[in-house]
């Protein structure tokens, strides 16, 4: 098949529910997710599982051997399905993704995942520097709250909101789950 869309589900790791990282938007992020894996998974599409990891610091909670690095069950890979584990905030740089995504034809991607301002973000505009046609789901990627250099605290939702204004029509359009559903 020529011409395919895959999904790219970025860092949805135990981490993110386990550690403190403050007030969180998009609390169905997670269930959109799963609607959408689910969906690929019955059209038989490419699904590609990112892994964020650390191979060095035991104290880190992306360790490659701590309890918060695993994959949270909404997205849980199946057998056969693509996990690619990653070293740096873009799915890209170090990895075979790119190669993998032209092996099995794919022009086009779906991004969601965490944290929107951060890895996702990353991914996103590489896919789209790529040459791929890019779609991140607005409401299949989250963040959380963060303190500004001068100290100012901003909501998730105003960089989760940013964060899609600076990508979208430049390195991706930005679509909601009801819409990438019918990007088939």
Partial sequence: MTNQIALIIIDVQKTFQLQDWGERNNIFAEENMRILLAEWRKRKRP????QHVNKEDARSMFYERGKTVNFKEE????????VIQKFVNSAFIGTNLEEQLREDKCN???VVGLTTNHCVETTTRMAGNLGFTTYLVSDATATFNRKGLDGKEYSAEDIHNMTLVNLH???ATIVTTKEALKLF
């Fill in 47 to 50: 699904v590609f599982h990112i």
């Fill in 75 to 82: 997205v849980q890979p199946l057998p056969g399905e693509v």
């Fill in 108 to 110: 086009a991607v779906v």
């Fill in 169 to 171: 029509e430049e390195f």
